[in-house]
């Protein structure tokens, strides 16, 4: 698993995320990207993609061209066939994240986890899925629903996607166990189409449809496959404000401009009781004196509460 390095630069644009967080992510089996990740980063530009899971990479250790605005996470199988990987382009910050669950021999499933950094109150998990088997058994649901479970206890948004090789199309006993594993653990199915030929292969699994506001199924025409596409939109997440308090600064007060209001003040009421004069009086003088003093404004810190070390000791010594 690693960052495929660059041996040469090539000026390429791709899509931008920075302001309102809109992401289009799409899943495709590109049946070897090997001599094709060019064309695939013209289509992924074509359509202002950000990030493309991509299955049966087959590049084993092969190192890739890539344009200088974009960067790839790979999974490759040491044997024949197979292999898993995200292109991204770098306006996203991403890291793999290990997964404390790991597929069984028999399921043979090929999974990479990403977390995509939008700024430092909004991420994302992004899991790119291969499953090479045509037959569905019911320790693949049971791998699945494990995968599930690990994500759904993180706190942030996620989705598993990729050609599962099950046909969603269709409706059998395991397809309807799946389906109903994917109720119980409260995660959303997206098909949105056929993906090869006549088959709903490639699919998400996400937490929830809230932040998906659009599906398609594209043809790049690299494979036998196409490719399922959804676009995201995150709401921006401001940082809490810090809160402030105020204070006047009378080491600058304004006295010049002080004795002139003091001087043209009129305001007794001579109908008024003597107390009330007096008070009337004190109260016009020192809005005066405020008004005539800065106001600076000073970020509030929030002081912890705790025991002296000395109240420590008596409580030990009790």
Not at 22 to 31: A, P
Not at 195 to 222: C, H, Q
Request: hydrophobic share 35%.
């Amino acid at each position: 698993m690693s960052k495929n390095p660059r041996k040469q630069s090539i000026s390429c644009t791709g899509a931008h995320h920075n302001v309102g967080y809109e992401i289009k992510l799409g899943t495709y089996n590109i049946n070897s990207l090997r001599h094709k990740i060019l064309s695939l980063i013209m289509f992924m530009n074509s359509y202002n993609l950000s990030i493309i899971c991509i299955n049966e990479t087959k590049l084993y250790s092969m190192n890739l061209l890539l344009p200088n605005n974009f960067s790839i996470l790979r999974c490759n199988r040491s044997s024949k066939g197979g292999g898993v990987a995200i292109l991204y382009n770098d306006n996203l910050k991403a890291s793999v994240v290990q997964l404390n669950h790991s597929f069984g021999t028999n399921s043979k499933i090929e999974c990479l986890c990403v977390k995509f950094q939008l700024n430092y109150n909004r991420s994302f998990l992004v899991c790119s899925l291969y499953r090479p088997k045509f037959n569905l058994t019911v320790e693949d649901i049971d791998e699945m629903e494990l995968l599930i479970e690990e994500q759904q206890k993180k706190n942030t948004w996620w989705c598993v996607c990729g050609d599962l090789n099950i046909h969603f199309e269709q409706s059998n006993a395991l397809i309807t166990k799946f389906r109903k594993m994917l109720s119980r653990t409260n995660a959303t199915l997206i098909t949105t189409g056929p993906t090869r030929g006549e088959a709903e292969l490639d699919v998400f699994i996400t937490m929830n449809d809230t932040n998906i506001s659009n599906s398609v199924v594209l043809d790049p025409k690299l494979s036998d496959h196409k490719m399922n596409v959804i676009k995201m939109k995150f709401t921006k997440k401001e940082p809490s404000p810090t809160p402030k308090t105020f204070k006047r600064n009378y080491s600058n007060i304004n006295y010049s401009a002080l004795g002139e209001a003091v001087t043209e003040s009129t305001f007794i009421d001579e109908d008024a009781h003597v107390d009330d004069q007096v008070r009337a009086f004190k109260q016009h003088h020192l809005n005066n004196f405020n008004s005539m003093a800065p106001c600076l404004s000073i970020a509030k810190k929030n002081h912890k509460l705790g025991l002296t070390k000395s109240t420590l000791d008596l409580i030990k010594k009790t």
